[in-house]
């Protein structure tokens, strides 16, 4: 592949201060320094050879000998010390430091000398313009999850997500952490079965699961901040029969009215255990059974959005969502004055 430009150029600009301080130089050390071949080095020397200060004369150009393989520069005082890093170079090798913190990649004490050796080479102006402080990532979950990359295991992890305001059991193959706005944990989600990103400041514990994972696994979600996971709702939900309170199960079958079926898209039946069906009930509608979702968690969709509803069950989660709609409807009217 050729070489780029900016490669070369870097390497010319070292080339010449290497060989002021060592002049001489047998060819082959110089080639084996910058890690190219001798005849490369020889197309460098005879490019610089025709290099120099503006108007090009003879007494303007670098001077360069390479016979008998011992290599000699001259008239060569403005390149002849070793670039500096920018300010912007510098800003930005410190904030590669911070990420290093950050992220707890590297010693503390090594990160603080480096930062430290920067910032004298390169005096007042050390990038100082960047104020920009990369996210701390949790040493212990960052621990855990490099425990579980290095070996290939799996962990359990309890994972919150706003949009449902529910917490949810996975498990979970680490990928990798990333950086971007906030931290991110890149994985293989077992429980969905798919590739997901969780902001890690959303994971509230992971712990290594106690045995590899293996196929799908089934989703578990509990309600915030901390009920036990919930069973599964029997097929008669699916056919549309009222399902036993009594008998202790959860989760919750809806039929969407067509103007509330935008609910059904903020609603991840399929991560829930559940289906989707559309135009069972009449054009429009859509019909969801979502068997392992939290009780309170459909308690408090149902309170938000029963209007919307053209069937719910069972019937002890509408009945408790009414008398939840009732208690704020009355809170309401006393604590609103009379006109």
């Known amino acids: 592949m050729p070489e780029r430009a900016h490669d070369r150029l870097s390497r010319l600009l ?9 002049p001489g130089t047998d060819l082959a050390d110089v080639a084996a320094h910058f890690d190219v071949a001798a005849e490369q080095i020889v197309d460098d020397l005879e490019l610089l050879f025709v290099t120099g200060r503006p108007g090009h004369m003879p007494d303007d150009l670098i001077e360069a000998e390479w016979e008998g393989g011992r290599v000699y520069v ?5 390149v002849s010390v070793p670039v500096r890093l920018s300010p912007h170079e510098v800003g930005g090798l410190l904030l590669a430091l911070d990420y290093l913190e950050s992220a707890h990649e590297a010693d503390p004490t090594t990160i603080r000398s480096v930062r430290e050796k920067l910032q004298r080479a390169s005096g007042e102006n050390s990038g100082g313009m960047l104020d920009i402080s990369p996210p701390r990532l949790p040493e212990e979950l960052a ?12 962990l359990d992890i309890r994972y919150y997500v706003p949009a449902r305001d529910e917490l949810t059991e996975r498990t979970i193959r680490p990928l990798r952490l990333r950086l971007g706005r906030v ?22 514990a992971a712990t290594p699961a106690p045995a590899p994972a293996a196929g799908s696994v089934a989703d578990r979600h509990v309600d915030a901040p901390s009920a036990p996971a919930v069973a599964e709702v029997p097929d008669a939900c699916a056919s549309g029969a009222p399902q036993s309170a009594a008998a202790g199960r959860t989760g919750v079958c ?5 103007e509330s079926a935008w609910l059904a898209d903020e609603i991840d ?3 829930a255990g559940g289906t989707r069906h559309d135009d069972e009930h009449g054009a429009g509608t859509v019909s969801l059974e979502l068997p392992r979702v939290g009780r309170a968690w459909a308690v408090r969709l149902l309170s938000a959005h029963g209007g919307g509803m053209l069937a719910a069950d069972p019937q002890e989660v509408v009945r408790r969502a009414a008398d939840v709609t009732h208690e704020a409807l009355a809170l309401y009217a006393r604590r609103t004055p009379e006109d």
């Open 74 to 78: 001259g008239n060569a005082d403005e």
């Open 269 to 271: 039946a399929v991560a």
């Open 14 to 22: 070292g080339l010449v201060p290497y060989l002021t301080r060592r």
């Open 183 to 204: 931290w991110y944990l890149d994985a293989h989600c077992l429980t969905s079965g798919g590739d997901r990103s969780f902001a890690v400041d959303r994971i509230r």
């Open 254 to 258: 809806l039929t969407l009215r067509p």
């Open 143 to 154: 621990e855990t999850v490099r425990g579980a990359l290095h070996g290939g295991t799996a």
